[in-house]
């Protein structure tokens, strides 16, 4: 390969580009004669191939350098070689952050990507006086990034050249005049490269718009994309298209596998009604490997073998079970960005109808998906903490919610004896919050009065022989604070969402104003990559913010419009919960998904339990467990007449589960006072 030659003279080391250029203008005073030396022009090759699914860059590459080659003129030879494999589409700080290139035999030799060129044009004794591509959408797809990085190339004296717009010695500012025509005309370049890079630009979200439609057309019609989920199998069908079906291609509808189908629908039952945490749920379908095979992953490297907390979480996630088509549900795996990540709902297609039979019921499955907020942090079962400081545990821990800020109450205990429930927030943590203003330094609760409140709803309100009576016979006003409280929560994240917007709102103009033009290339680029994850943020904020507010429902004043079939379904039993051990209590309360909300301004606290025909089953079953202990339980004598030619336990079925239930009472049949 040939290579530039500096020429010595009286004032040292001059590189040939650097003479004087010659004009042929007559008004032009005579110039001196160039030594008679090799007129040699360094130029850099640039280039770029999408993913390997859409090229081979193994030949794409050699046929660019190829074109590049032909296209220089006489003198111009090729010094180095900078190029990617990735997609045009990426941000320029994300470019070159995967090393594709490494997994294909290449035999171009590289120096680098565009990052590492654009650095080495910065510097003064750079290798190369011009960059040269086949086209210009091979620096980038996007019209801004493009004419960002011709910007930083001209600015150091760099001229990018491109070999399907014509390459003329005069674009090349240090060359400029050498061809004869004086100054270099630049008005008609610049003009066919901005359109070439908008139709770029326009081709490729063209394409995306048409390719989005087609997908949603595809979700619609019930097909689904990739491998089925675990619990489902490919009912296969030939391509509709002729070409692809000749090349042996399929399309695919759901079918439940009857195996691993009925582990679906138990996963969720174990989630939504015993409560438990991802882990747990591994380890118990762990027990039995033949009754619940283990999840096989696309990829047979990253097999374990045996159920994981993550396992669990992702299938506890996936809206196909409920028998509808979701795409969208996660952003394609692109070398930049994290493989995978989980769109927020808002942004997923569903077929409006269900394309395939469901695992579980949409009731079921929206039972399960708040679990991990309301568990974060919580341990399951009743088990003291692991700490070495650890002295007791607390039966009510987790279930105890502090109406103000919404967060749990934890235990504390004081040295003057007795046990309460606290919450104390952390103004490192927390002055953010909406509701940190109106939150009081430290709330404390007793555990006692708590717990006997709850004993006694589950005795009267659950299972006692007139839990019929006492749900028509609550008053309005329960609905009417908990609707009072929910609006005023609601109103408090509306404010914090539009804090959060109005704090983008400056991040953007603070970006528009564009302090940093006096600031070095990494310097800018750091700047606005500061800038660009600070709004990522606040948008991650915003989102969870409004995840909370809708899942806020307005509760409205009157009766319960429960089925109360629901209830009565549930055993009569007189039940003496403060003799069962605190492991039993707690798996009652869990089936129950019991919340207690406490209210420190009133003294009062509110007691919820939850039934749904899904889970009358396993709430029967957890009962039974929990009584089964002498001197707990006695049935009741108008339960046992009433269920003597009556199956023990009801059935339910999983596909045509009727609406919840909700009971919300405290001990007494009012909301009961917290001493």
Request: with cysteine.
């Amino acid at each position: 390969m040939s290579s530039a030659v500096p020429v010595e003279d009286s004032g040292g080391q001059v590189w040939p580009w650097q003479h004087p250029a010659l004009s042929s203008a007559p008004w032009a005073p005579p110039q001196p004669t160039a030594p008679g030396v090799p007129a040699v022009v360094p130029v850099a090759w640039a280039a770029r191939v999408s993913d390997e699914e859409a090229q081979d860059p193994t030949l794409s590459l050699p046929r660019q350098l190829a074109r590049a080659r032909a296209a220089l003129p006489a003198g111009f030879v090729i010094v180095a070689h900078f190029f990617d494999v990735e997609s045009g589409r990426m941000e320029l700080d994300q470019r070159g952050q995967d090393a594709a290139y490494a997994r294909f035999d290449i035999s171009i030799p590289r120096d680098g990507g565009i990052n590492e060129l654009l650095a080495e044009a910065q510097k003064p004794d750079r290798r190369f006086v011009a960059v040269v591509c086949e086209s210009i959408d091979r620096i980038s797809r996007i019209t801004r990034i493009g004419t960002g990085i011709e910007w930083e190339l001209e600015r150091a004296g760099v001229a990018l050249l491109a070999v399907d717009e014509g390459i003329h010695p005069d674009l090349i500012p240090a060359l400029a005049g050498s061809g004869g025509a004086g100054r270099p005309k630049k008005a008609t370049p610049v003009l066919t490269r901005r359109v070439k890079q908008a139709i770029s630009e326009w081709y490729v979200l063209n394409m995306l718009e048409l390719s989005w439609e087609g997908f949603i057309q595809h979700t619609i019609q019930g097909w689904n994309i990739g491998k089925p989920p675990y619990g489902y199998l490919a009912d296969k069908v030939p391509h509709p298209v002729p070409a692809r079906r000749a090349e042996g291609r399929t399309k695919h509808r759901l079918v439940p596998d009857p195996v691993r189908g009925p582990v679906i629908t138990r996963l969720f039952q174990l989630r939504a009604v015993e409560r438990l945490s991802y882990d747990t749920i591994a380890d118990r379908l762990n027990t039995d490997p033949t009754a619940n095979p283990p999840p096989e992953p696309a990829d047979p490297s990253r097999a374990a073998g045996r159920w994981t907390g993550s396992a669990v979480r992702d299938f506890l996630c996936n809206p196909k079970y409920t028998g509808h088509m979701v795409w969208n549900r996660r952003r394609n795996p692109r070398r930049g960005r994290r493989a995978g990540k989980v769109n927020p709902p808002t942004e997923w297609t569903w077929s409006p109808i269900p394309t395939h039979e469901p695992l579980v019921t949409r009731e079921l499955f929206d039972a399960a998906s708040p679990v991990a907020h309301t568990r974060q942090g919580s341990r399951t079962g009743a088990d003291p903490n692991i700490h070495p400081q650890t002295r007791r545990s607390y039966l009510l821990r987790s279930y105890v919610i502090h109406d103000t800020c919404g967060r749990r109450m934890f235990g504390k205990t004081r040295r003057r004896g007795g046990t309460y429930l606290a919450c104390q927030p952390d103004p490192r943590h927390h002055a953010h919050k909406p509701w940190y203003p109106d939150h009081p330094k430290s709330v404390w609760v007793r555990e006692d009065a708590l717990t006997a409140a709850v004993h006694d709803f589950f005795a009267t309100h659950i299972l006692g022989p007139d839990r019929l009576q006492l749900l028509d016979a609550q008053p309005g006003d329960h609905q009417a604070a908990a609707a009072a409280d929910t609006t005023r929560r609601r109103t408090q994240l509306t404010k914090h969402i539009e804090n959060l917007r109005r704090r983008q709102t400056r991040l953007l103009d603070q970006l528009e104003d564009d302090p940093s033009d006096d600031l070095d290339p990494d310097t800018r680029r750091a700047f606005r990559k500061t800038i660009r994850d600070r709004f990522a943020d606040l948008t991650t904020q915003i989102r969870h913010a409004e995840t909370e507010r809708d899942s806020l429902q307005p509760t409205h004043a009157g009766r319960h419009p429960g089925n109360r079939d629901l209830l009565d379904q549930l055993p009569q039993l007189q039940l003496h919960l403060a003799q069962a051990p605190e492991a039993l209590q707690r798996a009652l309360y869990d089936a129950f998904n019991l919340k207690i909300i406490y209210n420190q301004e009133r003294h009062q606290a509110t007691l919820n339990a939850t039934i749904t025909a899904d889970t009358i089953d396993s709430l029967t079953t957890t009962i039974h467990a929990a009584t089964d202990r002498p001197g707990n339980t006695q049935p009741s004598r108008s339960h046992a007449a009433r269920t003597a030619d009556e199956p023990q336990h009801p059935a339910s079925l999983v596909l045509g589960a009727p609406g919840r239930i909700r009971t919300c009472a405290p001990a007494s049949g009012g909301r009961c006072s917290i001493p």
